[in-house]
C-alpha cells in the first residue's frame, strides 16, 4: 500500500503562483509514476502533469505546459507541482496518484486551487 497526502492549495488572484506538495509513504518501491490531475466542479478528472519516479521525464497537459512544472525529491518521497500564471480556469481540486503495476493505484484526498480573476 502507499499512501499519499497532498497539501499546498489555497485562494490565489489570476497571474499568481502556488506550489502544491505530495509526500508518499509506505510501499513507494512500487512506484513507477507520479501523476498530477485535477477535477473542476460538473468536470471530468482530467491529466496535469506526471513524472517518472526514478527518472527524470515529465509530462504535462498542454493546457498547464510553460506554466506549471512538476518536480521530485526521492530522498523525502514527495512530489511538487508549482503553479505559476495561475488562471481562473486552473481552479479545481488537486489530487496526486501513484502509479503501480498498470495503472494510477493510489490516490491522495485531493487539494482546492481556487484562482480568482
Known amino acids: 500500500q502507499v499512501q499519499l497526502v497532498e497539501s499546498g492549495g489555497g485562494l490565489v488572484q489570476a497571474g499568481g503562483s ?5 509526500a508518499a509513504s509506505g510501499r513507494t518501491d512500487s512506484i513507477s509514476i507520479m501523476g498530477w490531475f485535477r477535477q473542476a466542479p460538473g468536470k471530468e478528472r482530467e491529466f496535469v502533469a506526471s513524472i517518472i519516479w526514478s527518472g527524470a521525464m515529465t509530462y504535462y ?8 512544472t512538476i518536480s521530485r525529491d526521492n530522498a523525502k518521497n ?10 481562473p480556469e486552473d481552479t ?6 501513484a502509479h503501480s ?3 494510477y493505484k493510489y490516490w491522495g484526498q485531493g487539494t482546492q ?3 480568482s480573476s
Open 61 to 68: 497537459a498542454d493546457s498547464v505546459k510553460g506554466r506549471f
Open 101 to 103: 503495476g498498470s495503472n
Open 113 to 115: 486551487v481556487t484562482v
Open 92 to 97: 479545481a481540486v488537486y489530487y496526486c496518484a
Open 78 to 87: 514527495t512530489v511538487y507541482l508549482q503553479m505559476n500564471s495561475l488562471r
Open 18 to 22: 502556488l506550489r502544491l506538495s505530495c
